[in-house]
């Protein structure tokens, strides 16, 4: 009766404890959760600042086949020549570019007004789209006078110039646009600045934080852990050099494409190609977008022109560039990627979509090693 009773005990004990874990784990899995939520631009600027840190280390491998030098000289070789080449377009290529932005601009916003314009007069409502419109003046609205009717000079001045609550008005809408501006170029530059940093102090010593990361985990499920940072950190590796080399493939391509075309602002339209490119599928359609939108002003054969470029560029992205480059990198199907995409830009804007992919890999490894785990283990098991 008595071993009876401890073995009750014991098994009431064993359900209280494996209740407790489990409520705890369900507790301090909701709260991750939760601080990832609200704190996701933070994670993801963080993660971006590791990217930049894991391209910096790969190409410091890269350069390390070739010379043999200590890590941190060839990480300042490979920092230096990356300033160098974008202090070149900045030196060489800065007022063409400054040029080409604001006409690309112009020309993107006269193209909308154009687009809706067509829309409205096939009966089709862009209320909803929010384009304005540019050609509508203040004289539309207003008031004209009536005929034989004279003014008077105070008539006129009080007609001409507005009143104080509307220059207050005005003064106040022109100082909050300022400090919205403003508030908006201090966070770019300051995230720009985060990354970078985040960057060069990961590269620097890829091993200090390697291993203070394996310290981390468990001793017990430290080999494991090895494995999978590993096999994440030279996937990522691989993947970004792989992507650096198509976007610049992409950018060449579209910019002499658009040139031979004749499209103004070609230049500064290949940059934002190649930019785009690191953003799969779906930066993709937004260039070609773009481009055929820039296109439309130089006349219907361009934009067809500029159209066909966009399909040849995109074959040339997806059907050779990417099976022959990154073929070792990544094999996540297309409609997987596009949907984790569409997933994370809804939840979490254009950081979500911009570091899917990347994030998309680093679940494939896990799901990858733990599957080829579970294989070794039934077939001992077997």
């Known amino acids: 009766m008595t071993d009876s009773a401890d073995n009750r005990l014991e098994a009431r004990g064993d359900l209280a404890w494996a209740i407790s874990v489990g409520g705890i784990g369900v507790v301090g899995f909701a709260a991750l959760l939760l601080f990832a939520w609200y704190f996701a631009a933070t994670l993801f600027l963080m993660f971006a600042g590791m990217l930049l840190g894991v391209a910096l280390n790969a190409m410091t491998n890269m350069l390390g086949r070739v010379v043999r030098l200590p890590h941190s000289l060839r990480l300042s070789i490979v920092c230096l020549v990356l300033a160098g080449l974008l ?4 030196f060489l290529g800065g007022a063409t570019i400054a040029q080409q932005a604001i006409v690309l601009s112009d020309t993107i916003k006269s193209q909308l007004v154009g687009v809706k314009a067509f829309l409205e007069r096939n009966g089709i409502d862009t209320s909803y789209f ?8 203040p004289a539309a609205t207003a008031t004209p006078a009536t005929p034989g009717s004279a003014m008077t000079p105070a008539a006129t001045a009080t007609r001409n110039f507005p009143g104080a609550g509307a220059l207050a008005s ?3 809408a022109i100082v909050s646009q300022t400090l919205k501006l403003l508030l908006g170029t201090v966070s770019a530059v ?15 010593q890829p091993g200090v934080y390697r291993t203070g990361l394996l310290y981390m985990a468990p001793a017990r499920h430290r080999a494991r852990t090895t494995i999978i940072v590993d096999r994440i950190s030279e996937t990522l590796e691989r993947w970004l050099i792989a992507q650096i080399i198509t976007m610049a493939a992409v950018f060449v391509v579209t910019w002499i494409g658009l040139a031979l075309i004749g499209i103004q602002s070609s230049f500064i339209l290949g940059i934002q190609a190649g930019l785009l ?8 359609l937004v260039a070609g977008l773009i481009v055929v939108l820039a296109s439309l002003a130089s006349g219907w054969v361009a934009a067809a022109s500029a159209f066909a470029l966009f399909l040849g560029v995109h074959a040339l992205e997806s059907y050779v560039l990417t099976p022959i480059i990154q073929r070792q990198a990544l094999d996540i199907p297309p409609a997987t990627l596009f949907g984790f995409q569409i997933l994370l830009g809804v939840v979490f804007g254009i950081w979500g979509i911009s570091l899917a992919l990347p994030l998309m890999a680093i ?11 579970e294989a070794a283990t039934g077939a001992v098991a077997a």
């Open 87 to 90: 202090s070149g377009v900045v």
């Open 130 to 137: 929010e384009l304005g419109n540019p050609a509508a003046t």
């Open 170 to 172: 005005s003064g106040g």
């Open 190 to 204: 300051g995230n720009f600045f985060i990354v970078l940093f985040l960057g060069l102090t990961f590269a620097a």
């Open 277 to 284: 490119a690191f953003i799969p599928t779906v930066g993709a």
């Open 363 to 373: 679940v494939k490894v896990l799901i990858d090693h733990f599957k080829a785990d």
